[in-house]
């Protein structure tokens, strides 16, 4: 069995043992301190970089955690054990190794996906001085699933209500509207905000100033939910047949780019994605991203909890003991407490950060 000792009970414990890890394997470290907002505790929040390997390489692998605040605990985990084992012993001459720590701080202290303004990062990368992609269908469903109640009958009201939406529409119209991203229901669910949070232009910040200058950069954006128990899904973005592509099948095999194991039987068509910024702030690098989602839970109930996410936010203060029922709930979805999931999250991470650093080298 893996030592779980690095994963952590809160945002603090987990930034330590970051921090701690990083320090240990010789890291430069940098902070992005919130200027505003603070954890449950009092405690200040930071976006952390962690470079291994020399700051002038002109290969740069990035490994993000946090972006959906909550997922960032078995981000964590995973960047801080590859630390303790040695992985910086194995970075070859010429590349470095990049670790943001806590994408969205905010939501990995609170234990929720979003940010402090109830947005979506991972939609939020768009540009805010455009008008904001439509998405008719969220319309439609919002007013069907957000009850004033949390109660089985009212759940079972809502997945009714999903259910009509995608037998009349079809199964990618669905997909688009309720994951795909909306800018018009502030209280809703996957909203990408009318403005750039701060983790927005926090993370734009250190990509510029510790992989501007590479020649090659990559990044892995490290999530849950998505893909089946005790294993993981990647999901690539570029265009079938393109150079990037083909790297990301080359370094990780085929499962980089077949979605092999994915719970979404028609992947939305997302806005404002953290990976689309990471190649934009790099326009001279040769950049390659993917989305790493260990599975947890079904796509049932994965929708549950973030169904439980908007009331909670919305109505939970009214009710504070089943607001603690729902949200205790809502964190077992996306940061399973098992053993075996969490042994499995580090032992499969080992590999494909291993598979990752040698990939960018070998190009």
């Known amino acids: 069995m893996s030592d779980l000792s690095v994963f952590s009970s809160d945002y603090p414990e987990a930034r330590e043992k970051f921090l701690n890890a990083a320090r240990a394997a010789g890291a430069r470290l940098a902070h992005y301190q919130h200027p505003d907002q603070r954890g449950p505790q009092g405690e200040p929040l930071y976006l952390d970089a962690a470079l291994l390997g020399r700051p002038d390489a002109p290969n740069v692998m990035v490994v993000g955690s946090g972006t959906h605040g909550i997922e960032g605990y078995s981000g964590s985990a995973a960047q801080t054990a590859w630390m303790i084992g040695g992985g910086a012993g194995r970075i070859p001459d010429g590349s470095a190794m990049l670790f943001l720590h806590g994408h969205n701080p905010w939501g990995f202290a609170h234990r929720q996906r979003v940010t402090e303004e109830n947005v979506d990062l991972n939609r939020n990368f768009v540009d805010h001085a455009q008008p904001y992609p439509q998405n008719p269908g969220y319309a439609d469903l919002h007013p069907l699933i957000s009850p004033q109640n949390w109660d089985e009958e009212t759940i079972r009201s809502m997945f009714a209500a999903l259910e009509a939406f995608r037998e009349k529409h079809g199964e990618q119209a669905f997909s688009d509207a309720y994951n795909g991203g909306q800018y018009s229901h502030p209280d809703g669910f996957f909203f990408g905000g009318q403005r750039a949070q701060w983790s927005n232009t926090a993370f734009r910040a250190a990509v510029r100033a510790h992989a501007g200058h590479a020649r090659r950069a990559a990044i892995i954006d490290l999530h849950t939910g998505i893909g089946p128990w005790l294993d993981h899904v990647f999901l690539c973005f570029h265009k079938p047949g393109s150079a990037a592509y083909e790297r990301a099948r080359r370094w990780w095999g085929e499962r980089a780019v077949n979605r092999q194991g994915s719970t979404h039987k028609a992947l939305a068509e997302y806005k404002g994605l953290l990976i689309d910024a990471f190649q934009a702030e790099l326009p001279a690098a040769e950049t390659t991203a993917v989305v ?68 960018i080298a070998a190009s």
């Open 292 to 359: 790493i989602e260990f599975g947890t839970r079904s796509r049932p109930d994965m929708q549950r909890a973030n169904m439980s996410l908007r009331w909670l936010r919305v109505h939970g203060k009214a009710q504070p003991e089943l607001a603690r029922r729902v949200h205790a709930e809502y964190v077992e979805a996306f940061y399973p407490s098992d053993p075996e999931w969490r042994a499995a999250v580090l032992a499969q991470s080992r590999v494909f950060l291993d598979q990752a650093v040698a990939g």
